[in-house]
């Protein structure tokens, strides 16, 4: 069974860091591209980050580049999220997920989607 | 940025109806377009990837059409279990935008 599980939130003041992991199973982790998607209290789902298969490929929405890193090892089947200069809008939970890249055959194009998700780790950014 | 709109918001409808959700893109993003359903306190689960293809597992009262800048998710015949938000999603372009969600409730 292909499982993701998330760890590493908590309570943080504005201004600090946290690391985010994700944990893989039943997958061969590096294989796949990963994605963080976050998700703020009462509000919609937000694209976070990407990283390729062997980690030097990372793409990251605008309001978090220069202050968040994905990263992943794949002799650890693991992902993660280097949060840095918090802000309180960081406060979210964060939603770890494989990006499956599907083609149905030759000559086709490549379709790319989020299929498997973790549970979600809470980060909360307060004074 | 692809901005992703979906209507309506909410609605409300009760077991056995067929529901319609739509999604437009604000640019052509081909079939680049996925939906979501998501439950309180629960990860996203997909549903349908590439516009109308239906993910593993999922029940075939879910359907998913559309191209280009407009696309709609049906639920032909709406089950308990399907009260939830719905998302649509593209991956046309980074970055990776959803649209605003859609709440089925009774």
């Known amino acids: 069974e292909v499982q993701l599980v998330e760890s590493g939130g908590g309570l943080v003041q504005p201004g600090g860091s946290l690391r985010l992991s994700c944990a893989a199973s039943g997958i061969t982790f590096s294989s796949y591209w990963m994605s963080w998607v976050r998700q703020a209290p009462g509000k919609g789902l937000q694209w976070v980050a990407n990283?390729?298969?062997?980690?030097?490929?990372?793409y990251y929405v605008d309001s978090v580049k220069g202050r968040f890193t994905i990263s992943r090892d794949n002799a650890k089947n693991s992902l993660y999220l280097q949060m840095n200069n918090l802000r309180v809008e960081d406060t979210a939970v964060y939603y770890c997920?494989?990006?499956?890249?599907?083609?149905?055959?030759?000559?086709?194009?490549?379709?790319?989607?989020?299929?498997?998700w973790g549970k979600g780790t809470t980060v909360t950014v307060s004074s | 940025d692809i901005q992703m709109t979906q209507s309506p918001s909410s609605l409300s409808a009760s077991v056995r109806d067929r529901v319609t959700i739509t999604c437009r893109a604000s640019q052509d993003i081909s079939r680049y377009l996925n939906w979501f359903q998501q439950k309180p306190g629960k990860a996203p689960k997909l549903l349908i990837y590439?516009?109308?293809s239906l993910q593993s597992g999922v029940p075939s009262r879910f359907s998913g059409s559309g191209s280009g800048t407009d696309f709609t998710l049906t639920i032909s015949s709406l089950q308990p279990e399907d009260f939830a938000t719905y998302y649509c999603q593209q991956s046309y372009a980074i970055p990776l935008t959803f649209g605003q969600g859609t709440k089925v409730d009774i």
């Open positions: 590439a516009a109308s």
């Open positions: 997920a494989r990006f499956l890249e599907y083609t149905s055959g030759r000559y086709l194009p490549f379709y790319y989607y989020m299929d498997v």
């Open positions: 990283v390729n298969p062997d980690g030097y490929d990372k």
